[in-house]
């Protein structure tokens, strides 16, 4: 997976070189127009945000904030970008360019299993949800054998999704427990997620069944 640099002023560059490089070869990286247009649309706030949360004269609390929730928003619309492109279509200049490594190592491929993530959240705190997985055969919480995580989808409000591109990636995790933090604003909606396994070769398992919690206010 891409790595992004903790130093903010390398991070703006490097938003701002692979923005324009998707813009040019989305359609190579197979990467969906839905995709690369939510990619477009959250840059043109970064570029506005940015600078007035990094000058002295217009720094405040409030811009601040407003910065560091739409950088959190580029990685996981990138991440979910690069989650989705096969290994196949990359070359070593779009793995340069998106400070994507190559896994090292051979290794025995092992096919995706045939079970599910089963997802359960927990959406009694504040802004706040909680989900715990488990694998829809062995019913424990460990990730069957070949896989490496599970990816979390989100959809906030609206009716219950029937599609993947309703939902956003929002992360993934080699545990068995994601957390995830909403805006005031989504107060009282109900989210609606699908998961799924993935393995260190990028390939994806099957989703899960929808589940669903409302957010508390």
Not at 71 to 80: N, P
Request: aromatic content about 10%.
């Amino acid at each position: 997976m891409a790595h992004f640099s903790d130093k903010e002023a390398t991070l703006s560059l490097y938003f701002q070189v692979v923005v324009a490089y998707i813009g040019l070869n989305f359609a190579r990286l197979l990467i969906t127009p839905a995709n690369k247009t939510l990619l477009t649309d959250e840059y043109a706030l970064w570029v506005v945000d940015y600078p007035l949360a990094t000058t002295a004269a217009t720094q405040t609390h409030t811009n601040v904030a407003t910065k560091d929730l739409v950088e959190a928003k580029m990685k996981v619309i990138l991440r979910g970008i690069y989650a989705d492109m096969p290994d196949s279509v990359l070359t070593a200049v779009d793995r340069d360019t998106f400070n994507i490594p190559v896994v090292g190592g051979s290794h025995p491929h092992v096919p995706m299993p045939v079970s599910t993530p089963i997802g359960q959240v927990n959406g009694g705190a504040r802004l706040h949800h909680v989900i715990t997985l488990l694998d829809s055969v062995s019913n424990k919480h460990a990730h069957p054998h070949g896989t490496s995580a599970c990816e979390v989808w989100q959809k906030i409000g609206g009716t219950t999704p029937v599609e993947a591109s309703e939902l956003m990636y929002i992360g993934a995790t080699s545990n068995a427990v994601f957390a995830t933090n909403f805006l005031g604003a989504d107060a009282g909606k109900l989210v609606y997620y699908w998961i799924r396994w993935v393995n260190s070769r990028n390939e994806k398992g099957n989703w899960s069944p929808v589940f669903s919690a409302n957010v508390q206010a």
